[in-house]
DNA sequence: GCAAAAGTGTTTTGTCTACACCCATGA
DNA sequence: TCATGGGTGTAGACAAAACACTTTTGC
């Protein structure tokens, strides 16, 4: 099938490690795993696999970060490539790196002691894998340009939350206290948000308004951008 | 050499493909080769080749890079992945694009010649070898976000220059006419060019001053970045 | 009635945009 | 002397930032 000239080519394993994003209301995490092969057994590792010969490699991410999380539909985007010659000792590995962001609820306990996966605050990584740190750690100032001009974000909230919520959110991926009124006063001018009847009681004797994403407005403003921050 | 479990997992052909920018004085260029070898011989195409066991994914790009133009130190960054599995009908490659930021004077007649290269201006070019055309769409989209906010562009120019090509590249990679005196004002308070006191007599019986940049201060404002537009 | 978080406007400051004329020179 | 591109400043519009008090309600 492959053209001769090909075949005498090198051939590499291709990966994808998956930056794994989500948010408990306070902080920013990732989702860790404990790498279940050589070389590095036992350590912490972002959640990877190899590309196959019959899957694109955007399929092979979503395998992958499905294979944790049993999620699909998930907001993922392409970090970039990692392809350092000597990067994993076992092997010749060019790995793509992903980020994907999600509701950290979606993620149950179970999950986490089937995998032996654990979220852990960005300031507080445990020794990670091969050259998983330094991903990371681009990951999250890709996150920050992201969230700055599209809605992405967003998705790391739960359906229904408030506007502190929203707000502690921006808070955390900038790691900056923020103004309440101006904060407001931004993401509702974006026409973004559909304000609910509901309150959420959770956390004070007032409560405070839920909000939901308008869809269709999302979906422009995804394309289009804006400026939150 | 290679660890028991990766041995049995698919190996593949990894390339990388670069898209190459340039700058006639008004229009943004890409230099395409004609392709030569199957599949898709005599086809215009991005300058590319395949990653080799014994280089990293950045060197194979900057050796395709010279291979083509005979350049060194020129500012190259990634892209992305482009890992369709039937992208390239001559068998499963992924290919990883970049795009570099050359002067197009140091690009001379005779490579031009020797390699079957040429200068396309974006919105004329030619029928391109499998996804190479959005490859550039997406290149000239991120060389658009880059020069929004990172001194980069510059480096499409001569290393000595007026403000008048500089705004002419601005207005280039922006397809927009901008105001002389706002431009004018903006670079200059950035504190990036130093003044000379030659002038560029080509185009007008006055002349224009000729700038340099200022090196130490492209690398702070290349990492802080900025706002031009 | 009080503690604790929610909700809400105005003023000030700074940035961005629009806009037009004189200058220097070679032909 | 005139045609051509080079060089320069200001006023108004708009957006961003700073800032503090009242409301609601469960205990």
Redesign the pocket.
């Known amino acids: 099938m492959a053209t001769e000239q090909y075949k005498k080519e090198d051939h590499l394993l291709l990966a994808v490690d998956c930056i794994i994003f989500g948010f408990d209301g306070n902080r920013i995490k990732a989702l860790l795993v404990k790498r279940n092969l050589e070389p590095g057994l036992g350590k912490w590792s972002l959640m990877g696999g190899f590309v196959k010969k019959t899957e694109s490699v955007k399929d092979a991410a979503t395998r992958v970060l499905n294979l944790l999380t049993g999620l699909t539909d998930v907001y993922m985007e392409e970090l970039g490539s990692f392809g350092e010659v000597n990067r994993d000792p076992g092997g010749r590995v060019v790995s793509i790196a992903w980020y994907a962001l999600i509701k950290i609820n979606d993620y149950s306990e179970a999950l986490m002691k089937e995998h032996q996966s654990k979220w852990f605050e960005l300031d507080h990584l445990p020794v990670l894998l091969f050259d998983h740190g330094e991903m990371i750690l681009q990951a999250k100032e890709r996150l920050r340009e992201k969230v700055s001009a599209h809605p992405a974000g967003f998705t790391l909230l739960p359906s229904k939350f ?3 919520q929203l707000q502690g959110l921006y808070e955390a991926i900038y790691e900056k206290k923020m ?4 904060f ?3 993401v509702l001018e974006l026409g973004l948000l559909k304000k609910l009847e509901e ?3 959770g ?7 839920l909000y939901v994403f308008d869809k269709n407005k999302y979906d422009k403003l995804s394309k289009k951008g804006f ?1 939150i ?1």
Do not use: P, V
């Open positions: 408030t506007l502190q103004d309440k009124r101006n407001t006063r931004r309150k959420e009681k956390t004070s004797r007032k409560g405070a308004y400026r921050i």
